[in-house]
């Protein structure tokens, strides 16, 4: 079973950045970011496929996330700029077990990591 951590997550104002890293125990294959704000469903944000092909955003963080990964290191990273107070939520990562599209779906993803809290203060 794949183990998934996140971490980089914090406090952070309004328009400044901040990077997520999830380290994976072991190989893995298309990988995602997904959110869940309070109150709220879980919404997928990004998923890169390996090789790094593909990638896939949200159309509500186009343009100021990056979705990257180091198979070297089993990690893949999300870069967070220009952060908006409606980005605060509790991040996963999550991890399918083959090759596949970069899928929106959460279904699709097999194990998932524990989260990491991204707060944006106005």
């Known amino acids: 079973q794949v183990q998934l951590v996140e971490s980089g997550g914090g406090l952070v104002q309004a328009g400044g950045s901040l990077r997520l890293s999830c380290a994976a125990s072991e190989r893995t294959f298309t990988m995602g970011w997904f959110r869940q704000a309070p109150g709220k469903e879980r919404e997928f944000v990004a998923a890169i496929t390996r090789p790094a092909t593909n990638t896939n955003y949200a159309d509500s963080v186009k343009g100021r996330f990056t979705i990257s990964r180091d198979n070297a290191k089993n990690t893949v990273y999300l870069q967070m700029d220009n952060l908006e107070p409606e980005d605060t939520a509790v991040y996963y990562c999550?991890?399918?077990?083959?090759?596949?599209?970069?899928?929106?779906?959460?279904?699709?993803?097999?194990?998932w990591g524990q989260g990491t809290q991204v707060t944006v203060s106005t």
């Open positions: 999550a991890s399918t077990t083959g090759y596949s599209t970069p899928s929106v779906a959460s279904w699709a993803y097999n194990y």
